[in-house]
C-alpha cells in the first residue's frame, strides 16, 4: 500500500532550465508535505514543506505546489544547477509526526 | 554545530548473528524515528519515540526487531538473528518540531 508516490524514478534537465519533480498522494488525512534531498552516503536532508491549508510555499528557487483536489504536490527548480543533483523524496504526515516517503526521484542537472 | 550521529556506518555480518546501531540525536530534539531504506525506494518507518516512550512500532517490524531509548537521549536499534532480507540503510532522524525530521547518515548493514 504505496501511500504517497513518485512515479517518475529519474529526470534529466539542463543547467538554467526548471525541474519539475512530481508527487501523488492517497490518503486524504495527510496535512503536511515535505521534499527531501538526499546524496550518495548521506541522509536525506530537508529542503522545503508545505501545509495543506496552502496550495504554494516559496524558498529561493525551490517552489513546492499543492493541489489537495488532485492529491498531488510537486517541486520546482529554478534555475536549475549541476549541484542540485540529487535523490529527491517527497513525504507526508497526517499529524501524527510520522513521515511517510515516496520512492524517490533521482535529478540529474547537466551543464 | 552537532547533527545526528549513528554508528558505525558500515557493518557486515553473518546470518544468524545480531547486531545493535547506535543513534545519537540532536540533543534539544524530543523525538527519535527510525527508518530502513533499500535501494531504489525511499525510507521505510519502522519506530519512534517521544522521549523514552516508544509510540508507534510499524507493522514492518518483526518481533527480531527491538529498539531502545533509555532516559530519552540516544537510542539503540537491535537485530537479532540476522537475514539477508535485513540488508539495508538504517537512517535515524530526530525532531523537535513534529514534522520536519533530520536524519543522520545512516548505518549500511549488509548480511551475508
Keep these: 500500500d504505496q501511500q504517497v508516490k513518485q ?3 529519474s529526470l534529466s534537465v539542463q ?9 501523488d498522494y492517497t490518503n486524504s488525512m495527510f496535512d503536511y508535505f515535505l521534499w527531501y534531498k538526499k546524496y550518495p552516503a548521506e541522509g536525506p536532508t ?3 514543506s508545505i501545509s ?3 496550495d504554494k510555499n516559496e524558498d529561493g528557487r525551490f517552489t513546492v505546489f499543492l493541489n489537495k483536489s488532485a492529491k498531488h504536490l510537486s517541486l520546482h527548480i529554478v534555475p536549475s544547477q549541476p549541484g542540485d543533483s540529487a535523490v529527491y ?3 507526508a504526515s497526517n499529524s501524527g509526526g510520522k513521515l511517510i516517503f515516496g520512492q524517490g526521484t533521482e535529478l540529474s542537472v547537466k551543464p | 554545530d552537532t547533527g545526528v550521529s549513528q554508528d558505525p556506518r558500515h557493518k557486515i ?6 547486531v545493535t546501531f547506535r543513534c545519537d ?3 534539544e530534539h524530543n523525538r527519535l524515528y527510525w527508518y530502513r531504506q533499500t535501494l531504489g525506494q525511499g525510507p521505510e518507518f519502522l519506530t519512534y519515540f517521544q522521549n523514552e516512550a516508544q509510540l508507534e512500532k510499524s507493522r514492518l517490524l518483526s518481533d527480531r526487531f527491538s529498539a531502545e531509548r533509555p532516559k530519552g537521549s540516544f537510542s539503540t536499534l537491535e537485530i537479532q538473528r540476522t537475514e539477508q532480507g535485513d540488508s539495508a540503510m538504517y537512517l535515524c532522524a530526530s525532531s523537535y518540531d513534529r514534522e520536519k525530521l533530520f536524519f543522520g547518515s545512516g548505518t549500511q548493514l549488509s548480511v551475508l
Design chain 1, 46 to 48: 530537508f529542503l522545503i
Design chain 1, 7 to 9: 512515479n517518475s524514478p
Design chain 2, 13 to 18: 555480518t553473518k546470518r544468524g548473528q545480531n
Design chain 1, 15 to 23: 543547467e538554467g532550465r526548471i525541474s519539475i519533480l512530481n508527487c
Design chain 2, 25 to 27: 540525536p540532536i540533543s
Design chain 1, 52 to 54: 495543506s491549508i496552502k
Design chain 1, 89 to 91: 523524496f517527497c513525504a
